[in-house]
């Protein structure tokens, strides 16, 4: 059974940092391209980074260049997101997401990010 | 950047209807879009890919068709539990977005 299990998710003041993890297991973790997803509370989806098999391409949206770096243990089967100078509209559920060449076909249950003073 | 517009944003139904869904992209991204529906407290679920593939496991009463920046998702009869959030999602290139989505919801 596939499953992904995402931690860190905390919260924080503006201008500060947090490092999401997500554990893999159930799929070859090494062969499969990863995503890092965000839902705002009450809002829609949007894209934040990812990242290709082995770590050697990364991508992120616009809004986080910079700030969030997006990488991958696949000896642990670990994907991580290091997040700073964080603001208060990166707050949102974070979800660690498998890419499956077409879509998006397995998704973790979401880490919470609040950054609030 | 591509950019998703979704229509209706609500659309109100009750089970035993055929819902249909639009998504609509700002440039051609030929038959590269999926779906997904969310259900409340839950993560999305990958429904359709390339336009017109249902994923694994999901019934054939959801279907998808269109190519190039018009495209519909049907569900030929609601059931309970198909009353949802629809996204529609495109990987033409990056950076991959999604449509706003739509809620169907029970009348």
């Known amino acids: 059974e596939v499953q992904l299990v995402e931690s860190g998710g905390d919260l924080v003041q503006p201008g500060g940092s947090l490092r999401l993890s997500c554990a893999a297991s159930?799929?070859?973790?090494?062969?499969?391209?990863m995503h890092w997803v965000r839902q705002a509370p009450g809002k829609g989806l949007e894209f934040v980074s990812a990242i290709n098999s082995n770590g050697g391409s990364t991508y992120y949206i616009d809004s986080v260049k910079g700030r969030f770096t997006i990488s991958r243990d696949n000896s642990k089967n670990t994907l991580f997101l290091q997040m700073g100078s964080l603001r208060t509209e990166d707050m949102a559920v974070y979800y660690c997401?498998?890419?499956?060449?077409?879509?998006?076909?397995?998704w973790g249950q979401g880490t919470l990010v609040t950054v609030s003073s | 950047e591509i950019v998703l517009t979704q229509s209706p944003a609500t659309l109100s139904l009750p089970p035993g209807e055929r819902a249909a869904l639009s998504c609509r992209a700002s440039?051609?991204?030929?038959?590269?879009l999926a779906w997904y529906q969310q259900r409340p407290g839950q993560a999305p679920r990958l429904l359709i890919y390339d336009a017109s593939n249902r994923a694994t496991g999901i019934p054939a009463r959801f279907s998808g068709s269109g190519s190039g920046t018009d495209f519909t998702l049907s569900i030929s009869s609601l059931e309970p539990e198909d009353f949802a959030v629809y996204y529609c999602?495109?990987?033409?290139?990056?950076?991959?977005?999604f449509g706003p989505g739509t809620k169907v919801d029970f009348k």
């Open positions: 159930g799929f070859t973790f090494s062969s499969s391209a």
């Open positions: 997401v498998r890419w499956n060449s077409y879509g998006l076909d397995y």
């Open positions: 999602q495109h990987r033409n290139n990056w950076p991959f977005s």
């Open positions: 440039q051609s991204v030929g038959t590269y």
